[in-house]
Each structure stands twice: as structure tokens, then as C-alpha cells.
């Protein structure tokens, strides 16, 4: 039974800044990545091309819970881009193409679109729903529900919304279930990927040996590829001294992937490493004193892990050394210099991840349709749609290292 009673109160706010004075951050359950400061720098940095929307649910004018999301803007000419994939892709993209591609009317290129999401969009497993502490599961729904509720009814038209996706869960058994029964379609998209570094491994000789003779062949290629490019910790004046630098080398990333739902703002890594200090950490890859590439990662000692962030890359001068593999490697690495067990790397790429010790957790995400009818034609379009088909790599030598390869940690 819940024990949510007295005077409910349900509302809307343009800026966390709005709520702020009335929460402590130490009473609700968000992890690191996910500060109700930070995403008050992240609404403020230069450059943010999406719309914040903060959902408070209050119990006798106190808060107990915030759900946060993000809306974002689509032009026809930009959604022409993924609606032309290939129709062998599947998973979260596709199920997307195959739904505006369907629930679209006239000419594409003369649309326009605006989705509200769930969570930051610039962080895998945040489905934006922040409860107090002392909430039990049944109130979770409880609270879900209603806010789920008041959007649907007063927020989508409000703010000229048509679509809501509700997304990044690892489970059925996330509280969310009951989406089904409200009009939303659940569908599959590519899988979170983690690792988890056995307590004895003091080192990174120590991962390797691990390794099966196929698999230290070839991280001793992959480095010997990349021994003319330095790795280097950027100040936090350097990082603030290459912002421009750092986005452009991001963007080509992001321009290189089939589907984006957003871009992060141009001042995002200065803003972040300002925000966090040396919890948040930029590296950046050297070659010939030239930034070719860069990585960024969360020191999140309060859950164990290493938060692998966004990268960056110079793919002119790339090509020849396989850098990304060379990070992903870097990152077992830092992860061991701060006695870290857990390293969330992530979506994508996901069977070269697996090739470093990673492992998939399945993930899935929920979709509405403010239109009744555009809604109805939703479930036989996502019906059908499946997470990307992808190779599942062991690079261990014993079934002990595999096994607690298993043991991940995700974002509650």
C-alpha cells in the first residue's frame, strides 16, 4: 500500500533553477552524472539546442519527486537524413524512422517535429525520474503514473509536443510497466554495455594477462598502431582553453552516427569540468603535438565506476591507428589507477566493446503519440522492430573472468 497522502500537488517548471531552493540534493536518488545542479548548468551552457521541462510531484507543498525532460525540435530536412537508412538497421533509430516515416503527412522535407524525452539525453540509463529516498517501489508507480498523466493532459499541447518517449530501461522491473495499459508501445533499442574488473587486478599488465593468446595479439597490435600518439589529462585550463576544439572533434563523432537525438551544447565540456572538477576527466590523444582525438569519463567512486563519457575524434589522422579501440583499452586503464570495479561504456559499438570484456545489458524504451489515431498505428510499426542483431566477444581465457563480467552496476 502506498503511504502517499494529504494534498497531492502536480507541476510544471521552465528551470530546476525554479525548485532548486527547495530540495537537497542528498535526500533523492540520483547518481553523479545526474545533479540537479548539473543539469541546471547543462540548461545554462552556450549553444543548448533542446527545451528542459521539469515535472514536480509534491506531497502537503513538499517535494517528493522530479521527473525531467528534454524536448527537442526536428526540421524535415534533418529528419530525411534517417529516414533514408537502410532498412537492414534495427533497433532505437529505425523504430523511429519507421514511425515519423509512417505517422508523417505531405512532403518531409515541409515537417516539423518536437519530441519530449525522458532523462538527459546525453547519458545512457537516465530515465529522469528522481524520487526521494524514503519512496517505496509502489509509490514510484503511484507517482509515475500521475505524472505521466499530467503531461499527456496539460504539458503536450501546452508546449506543441506530439510525441513522448519514455526511455533507457534496463527491465520490466523498473516500475514502468504499466505504460502498456496507457497507449505507449514498448520497443528494443541497442543494449547498455558494462564491465566489471575482478578485485585482484591491480593493473593493467594484470588485464592483460587475462586475455586469451587471439585477444593479446591484438591489443599488443592496437597499441603498437598507436605508439606515436600520446595520451595526455587535460587541466582544467587546457580543457576550457580547447572548448571549441573539443566540440568540433565530438561533432565529427556525432555526424558519423546514423541518428542523434540531440547534440550537446558548445560549451559542454568547459561547463562540465567546471562544474565537477577532477570528478569529471578529459584525455586527450596527441599525435605530433596535433589534438587528434579525446575522451571525457565520470570518477563515480559513490558507485564504483567509471562513467565512459563522450569522445571526440580527428578521423583524418585516425584511420591508420584504430584510436577508438586504443580508448577503450585507456579506460580499463584509468579505471584501475582509481581502484574502480565498474566501467559503464555504454550504446553503440557494441560488439567491439565486447571484444575488451564488456557485456550487454538489453534495454528497451516506451513511445506515445499525442494523436489518437497516429498512436493506434504505432504498435504494428514497433511490433516488428528488433534491437540490432550484433557478436558477443569473450577475450578471457578463463570462464572465472567472463562470469564476473556479469556482475555490472546501472543507474537506479
Known amino acids: 500500500m502506498s503511504n502517499i497522502a494529504g494534498v497531492i500537488t502536480i507541476q510544471q517548471h521552465t528551470s530546476i533553477s525554479h525548485i532548486l531552493p527547495d530540495l537537497n540534493q542528498d535526500n533523492y536518488q540520483t547518481p553523479l552524472v545526474q545533479y540537479f545542479s548539473y543539469l541546471y548548468a547543462l540548461e545554462n ?32 530536412k534533418e529528419l530525411n537524413s534517417f529516414l533514408n537508412e537502410p532498412e537492414q538497421k534495427k533497433g532505437f533509430s529505425v523504430c523511429l524512422r519507421q514511425a515519423f516515416g509512417n505517422l508523417l503527412i505531405g512532403k518531409v522535407e515541409e515537417m516539423e517535429l518536437n519530441l519530449m524525452a525522458s532523462g538527459n539525453l546525453f547519458i545512457t540509463g537516465d530515465k529522469g525520474f528522481y524520487c526521494a529516498k524514503d519512496i517505496t517501489s509502489i509509490e514510484k508507480e503511484s507517482i509515475s503514473r500521475q505524472v505521466i498523466d499530467y503531461i499527456k493532459n496539460r504539458v503536450m499541447d501546452a508546449m506543441e509536443v506530439g510525441t513522448l518517449l519514455i526511455r533507457d530501461f534496463y527491465s520490466e522491473d523498473d516500475g514502468f510497466d504499466f505504460l502498456k495499459n496507457i497507449g505507449f508501445v514498448g520497443f528494443p533499442t541497442e543494449p547498455d554495455m558494462m564491465m566489471s574488473l575482478p578485485a585482484h587486478w591491480s593493473d593493467f599488465q594484470e588485464y592483460t594477462e587475462a586475455l586469451s593468446s587471439k585477444y593479446r ?53 568547459s561547463d562540465t569540468q567546471k562544474f565537477y572538477g577532477d570528478r569529471f576527466q578529459v584525455y586527450g590523444y596527441y599525435f605530433e603535438e596535433k589534438l587528434i582525438g579525446f575522451s571525457s569519463v565520470f570518477i563515480c567512486h559513490e558507485k564504483n565506476t567509471l562513467e565512459d563519457h563522450y569522445i571526440g575524434l580527428d578521423y583524418e589522422n585516425t584511420s591508420d591507428v584504430n584510436l ?40 528497451k524504451a516506451y513511445i506515445y503519440h499525442s494523436s489518437k489515431l497516429k498512436n493506434f498505428f504505432l504498435a504494428p510499426i514497433t511490433r516488428n522492430v528488433k534491437a540490432k542483431e550484433y557478436i558477443i ?9 567472463e562470469a564476473k563480467t556479469m556482475e555490472v552496476v546501472v543507474n537506479e
Open 217 to 269: 595479439v591484438k591489443l599488443k597490435k592496437i597499441m603498437e598502431q598507436s605508439e606515436r600518439v600520446t595520451l595526455r589529462k587535460l587541466s582544467a585550463e587546457e580543457v576550457s582553453e580547447q572548448a571549441h576544439k573539443l566540440w568540433q572533434l565530438y561533432e565529427n563523432v556525432a555526424n558519423h552516427s546514423n541518428f542523434n537525438l540531440s547534440y550537446l551544447p558548445t560549451s559542454y565540456f
Open 45 to 76: 551552457a552556450a549553444g543548448r539546442n533542446f527545451e528542459p521541462v521539469y515535472i514536480t510531484f509534491s506531497e502537503n507543498d513538499k517535494i517528493r519527486a522530479i521527473a525531467y525532460f528534454q524536448i527537442v525540435h526536428f526540421k524535415g
Open 393 to 401: 566477444r569473450n577475450p578471457f581465457k578463463q570462464t572465472a573472468i
Open 324 to 363: 577508438y579501440h586504443r580508448m577503450l583499452f585507456d579506460f580499463i586503464k584509468i579505471a584501475l589507477e582509481h581502484h574502480l570495479q565498474h566501467i559503464h561504456y555504454g550504446r553503440t559499438a557494441t560488439e567491439i566493446k565486447s571484444s575488451v570484456g564488456a557485456v550487454p545489458l538489453e534495454m
